[in-house]
């Protein structure tokens, strides 16, 4: 029998998708009498709160249509927030022009360097660093964060 957890993930993940955006990250908090679920989303284009409001309601009727959970439980769906590191290709092109901070393989070596990302070519990353431009392969990217600049 699928967890409750695992079956949660699987409505949510699935009615996600449908609506055009990927999981990024589920935090399942509390206990089996008072669940709360997190669940981050992404696109391209980012997330609002219409669209987030609109996948919560489609979850909850999947979880109460499929008798899920049988006690007081909390779903909230939102942004993953910029303080996040970016898991998926996709949420790099809503932050071309924006400042990052990036670990990536160089050479077999990790390198860690801060600029800005100028431009997506399939599924390569344009940076700038320091005045010289790094086409990095988003497969070697190990870690990148939005800097917030003010």
Same mark, same amino acid.
């Given at each position: ?25 589920? =935090?399942? &908090? ?13 696109? !391209? /284009? *980012? @997330?609002?709160? #219409? ?44 932050? =071309?022009? &924006? ?13 860690? !360097? /801060? *600029? @800005?990302?100028? #431009? ?31």
């Amino acid at each position: 029998m699928k967890t409750v957890k695992k079956q949660i993930l699987e409505v949510s993940e699935t009615i996600i998708n449908q609506n055009g955006y990927l999981l990024i990250d589920a =935090v399942f &908090r509390g206990d089996a009498q008072n669940l709360i679920i997190e669940l981050f989303v992404d696109n !391209k /284009e *980012g @997330v609002n709160t #219409n669209d987030c409001a609109k996948i919560s309601r489609e979850i909850i009727s999947q979880i109460e249509e499929q008798d899920i959970i049988n006690s007081k439980y909390r779903l909230d769906v939102s942004s993953p927030g910029v303080e996040r590191p970016l898991l998926f290709l996709d949420q790099y092109h809503k932050h =071309v022009n &924006r400042k990052f901070s990036v670990e990536f393989l160089e050479d077999e070596n990790l390198t860690r !360097k /801060e *600029g @800005v990302l100028k #431009n997506i070519e399939n599924s390569s990353l344009l940076f700038e660093f320091d005045k010289s431009e790094y086409l990095i392969n988003w497969n070697d990217i190990k870690t990148a964060k939005v800097l917030i600049s003010f």
